[in-house]
């Protein structure tokens, strides 16, 4: 069974530039998580959706981040402007539903100079 | 108060040694209870997962859930150079809102 999808791996921006990570959940998963983990941190959730619906979003950052997940398989997470303070890597999750285990991407590590 | 406090460590034990991981959580509704391993520069894997209260074993990890106390932890029999990692500990709220909480994660050496 594949894994949980993330790319770019890697991704160095300028600040005010933006940028856009994609996550492709295991399949099946009706749920998709991304969160931000900030070096020396646990990860902090940014959103949450159940199908193509947003269950959370409380922690997102809604003047610069948003994020979508059309037709309730992919998702995209933006980021415009960056800041400095972005830096971090950014985890894509899924389970099967709410409550259920979370099974993580890889993640896409960010720098913003 | 953090929602789910660790202590962040580093926590060193003696190879073949037990280790302790401990996590505390604020709020008493929480219903499901996650242990992550997190090596250096990857993501978080799933170690065990408790929902009741009393121990759980699979290998040589055995998690132990204390709801009255708002207290889960996490103990590593016979421990191994390999298991030297970042240990997530995950709340889950449930009752609705099944938002997971993470600490920031204990830092664990095990020292050959």
């Known amino acids: 069974e594949a894994g949980v999808a993330q790319s770019p791996r890697y991704k160095i921006i300028e600040k005010r530039q933006s940028v856009a990570f994609w996550c492709n959940p295991i399949?099946?998963?009706?749920?998709l998580y991304w969160y931000q983990q900030i070096l020396g941190q646990g990860p902090k959730l940014l959103i949450q959706?159940?199908?193509?619906?947003?269950?959370?979003d409380s922690q997102l950052p809604k003047d610069r981040f948003s994020a979508e997940r059309l037709k309730g398989v992919d998702s995209t997470l933006k980021i415009q402007p960056a800041k400095l303070e972005d830096s971090a890597v950014y985890l894509c999750?899924?389970?099967?539903?709410?409550?259920?285990?979370?099974?993580f991407g890889a993640g896409t590590r960010l720098s913003v100079l | 108060q953090k929602e789910v406090e660790q202590n962040s460590g580093p926590l060193s034990v003696p190879e073949g040694a037990i280790a302790s991981l401990n996590c505390t959580y604020s709020?008493?509704?929480?219903?499901?209870f996650f242990w992550y391993r997190q090596y250096s520069g990857k993501s978080p894997e799933l170690i065990m997962s408790?929902?009741?209260?009393g121990d759980k074993e699979d290998g040589r990890f055995t998690a132990q859930l204390n709801k009255a106390s708002q207290y889960v932890s996490l103990l590593i029999r016979d421990s191994q150079p390999s298991d030297s990692a970042t240990y997530l500990c995950?709340?889950?709220?449930?009752?609705?809102?099944?938002?997971?909480?993470f600490g920031t994660g204990t830092r664990l050496k095990v020292l050959a």
């Open positions: 408790i929902y009741s209260n």
């Open positions: 999750a899924s389970s099967l539903g709410s409550g259920n285990i979370q099974y």
């Open positions: 995950a709340v889950n709220k449930g009752r609705g809102t099944y938002k997971y909480i």
């Open positions: 399949s099946g998963h009706a749920t």
């Open positions: 709020d008493r509704v929480s219903q499901s």
């Open positions: 959706f159940q199908n193509n619906g947003v269950v959370d």
